[in-house]
């Protein structure tokens, strides 16, 4: 490799990492966290069964499931503006994201609540506690612990797929690597080097999945 | 203390309890004895609405709920009666994510809005008096099960009920460590707990019961002092079970 390809390589790190910690971590993290508040609702309203609620949840989560997120952000940022439904572009990814996972999250969260022994929520109710009190204080935080590995991966799989939000004119960490490719027609080089950033960040985030296990493992929920 | 009239609960179209009459007084201990699948704990989750009965009616302290109409209590009613009375189950059902201590205080915090200081405090002294104070910072699953079960003690002692309710609290249990719960238990009635037990520990029901009660299929079959019941039982079925049972202990 020649010097002038190492330069740019160099040249052009600093502008793609600080794309991604500007925008690619904090679009993947407002989203995931919004996703989780909803799938947690998704999910409390489909176990408990409530009416019309728990109709409306499943339908949302068959659509999304069912069709591509890419599909699904052109429709909010080019499909909504012409009934008159519009949004700044990163805030329609902020909402794209947010539905999926919302969706994708729900049912994770819902499997990690059903798989805590009914002796939990009959223990919290002997007790006196309300169900929103048993819920809090004894069913989720151990059904954190179940979901923390699956929620995870939808949390890497998330921030690899914030590249699609360049789609919509986000200026992300793999928007800037095109735009640099423009400049210097070296997509090889360039494409290969925002890979590594995008790998440095997932790398980190299954390092910090690890910690998070371990520090959740000082009980066992049987 | 509390009193049971003409109490039904069925699954579906499975009727379970047909019918139980049932009264016991302040300090009394009552032992429920009979076959799997009588209905020993529905009869007993009923008394803290863990199931609701379909008919008759419950009181249970200053709790005096009606069901008869498929009628529902009120779930102010319901976190009032289950705040009465503790539960302690065959299979201990700790927090796992919290240790003894946690346990304990929990209820006090969340139910009971005590301070955090308060709680300690008197949780530190049920599990004194459980004989757990060494274990105050352990996890549940580092405790053995008696262990684990004198906790479920303590922790249903937390909300001072003025009932305590026992399902088989012994039964999942190594033979070695049934005493040490049964010690808790004894200590507990001779303290004056009102107290509802199923339990197939014959030697616990002779010395601790005031009134044994035999189920069988939904009914009560028998009812009486434990040395009425146990040793001249009047019904055939009581004195077939009884029989049963005192086979197995041999
Ligand atoms: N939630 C439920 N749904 C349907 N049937 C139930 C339910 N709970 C209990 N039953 C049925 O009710 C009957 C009585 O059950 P129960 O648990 O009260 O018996 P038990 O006397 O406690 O028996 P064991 O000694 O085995 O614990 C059984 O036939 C059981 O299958
Ligand atoms: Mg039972």
Redesign the interface.
Known sequence: MDDRKIQILIDSFWPMLKAGLQFTIPLALISFVLGLVLAIVVALVRIWKVPVLNQIAGFYVWVIRGTPLLVQLFIIFFGLPTIGIEFDPFLAAVIAFTLNMGAYNSEIVRAAIQSI?S??W?????????RG?ALR??VL??AA?VSVPPLSNSFISLVKDTSLAYTVTVVEMFQVSRQIVATNYEPLLMYCEVAVIYLMFCTVLNALQNVMEKRLE????? | MIQIRNLHKSFGSLEVLKGIDLSLDKGKVLVIIGPSGSGKTTLLRCL?L?ETPNAGSLSLGSSQLAFDGGRKPR?EEV??L??N???V?Q?Y??????TALENVM??QI??QKRGKDEARKRSLELLAKVGLSDKADV???QLSGGQQQRVGIA??L??DPEVMLFDEPTSALDPELVGEVLKVMKELAAEGMTMVVVTHEMKFAAEAADTVVLMDGGVIIEQGPPRQVLNNPSGERAAQFLNLLTEKEL
């Open positions: 022994s002796g939990q009959e223990a919290a109710y002997s007790l006196g506690m309300t009190q204080r004894i935080p151990q612990r000082r009980f066992s929920t049987r | 803290n863990l779930k976190l009032k289950r705040q009375t503790g539960m189950f299979s059902n700790l927090f796992p994510h919290k929990e209820a969340v139910v996890y549940p699953h922790r249903a937390a909300t």
